[in-house]
């Protein structure tokens, strides 16, 4: 996409963390800034200090994607970039201890709110000739995560919608990629804080993902899912291909294309 001045974004979770740096760093390139937030005092504070809008919704209801499009066409004109990085781990590692509502809660914001925010922009988007999506994932959404199963889950999904998509959004002039952070210095780990640094792991800080965010933004890749480290540049994960079947006349093959969109790399 090139320059990002003049450039229209939605920002979920941008009333803290990763969301707020993103919505800082988009403002400094002269984008226009949505921020959503359930936290609506949170989205209050960071859109006035960035000429932004508020909105104070909850991304993992359907029912208020439709009214976040609005208000943001409304104001700025459309929709051109979104950042759908709202959510929540579950602080629950054993697995027979997660109840209905912790389970319902992750799967809600971390998953149910990248879907439904990917619907609800990719229109907007197709009507402006195009657009870019980076959803935040995690690390966990590469690798097992035993101290929160459930997170890793629904990072896990997010990786897998976004590579799933790449192909079919590019059709329309969007791109879209997910961000894989490790660690990162944010409220979230708040109370685990301490302990990790008493421990000597290095943490991320924020910057450096939401360098990574606004690149993703203003680039051509698609469907890539970017590991982000202290200290290292971010870089492309690479999946192994899976072994494909042995059946005789049939070593190697892909499903028909009407049944597999892409081949992968
Ligand atoms: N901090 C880390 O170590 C780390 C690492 C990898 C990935 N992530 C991911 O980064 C993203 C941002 O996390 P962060 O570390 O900045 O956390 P954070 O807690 O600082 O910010 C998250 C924001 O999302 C908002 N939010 C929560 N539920 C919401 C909902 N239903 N609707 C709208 N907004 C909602 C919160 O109010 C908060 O402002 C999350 O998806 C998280 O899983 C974080």
């Keep these: 996409m090139g320059t990002l001045a003049g450039k229209v974004a939605v920002v979920t979770g941008g009333g803290s963390g990763i969301g707020l740096a993103t919505a800082t760093r988009l ?4 984008a226009s ?3 959503v937030d359930l936290d609506g005092d949170s989205a209050e504070r960071v859109a006035g200090e960035l000429d932004g ?3 104070q919704a909850d991304v993992g209801s359907s029912d208020e994607w439709p009214g976040i499009i609005e208000a943001v066409t409304r104001r700025f004109g459309g929709v051109d970039l979104a950042h759908l990085n709202a959510g929540v781990t579950t602080g629950e590692a054993d697995i027979t201890e997660v109840t209905d509502e912790i389970y319902e809660r992750a799967t809600r914001v971390n998953v149910d709110g990248v879907f439904y925010g990917v619907r609800a922009v990719v229109p907007a988007m197709t009507a402006r000739g195009g657009g870019s999506i980076v959803a935040t994932a995690s690390l966990a959404g590469l690798i097992g995560f035993s101290p929160d199963p459930i997170y890793c889950l629904t990072k896990h999904a ?3 919608l976004v590579r799933s998509l790449g192909p ?7 791109t ?10 944010t409220p979230l780990i708040a109370d685990m ?5 008493s421990s000597g792991f290095p943490l991320i800080d924020v910057d450096s993902v939401s360098t990574t965010v606004v690149d993703l933004l203003a680039g051509e890749a698609t469907g890539e899912a970017m590991v982000i480290q202290a200290g290292r540049e971010a870089l492309a994960f690479r999946f192994a ?6 059946a005789g006349g049939t070593v190697g093959r892909m499903p028909p294309k009407e049944f597999a969109a892409h081949d992968q790399e």
Excluded: F, T
């Design 27 to 30: 403002a400094g390139a002269g």
């Design 53 to 55: 809008l508020a909105l």
């Design 176 to 185: 879209i990629n997910a961000v894989c952070p490790s660690i990162v210095d």
């Design 241 to 246: 291909r899976p072994p494909g079947p042995r």
């Design 193 to 197: 804080r301490e302990v990790l640094e």
């Design 158 to 160: 997010v990786v897998g």
């Design 168 to 174: 079919q959004l590019a059709d329309k002039g969007i």
């Design 33 to 35: 800034v949505a921020v």
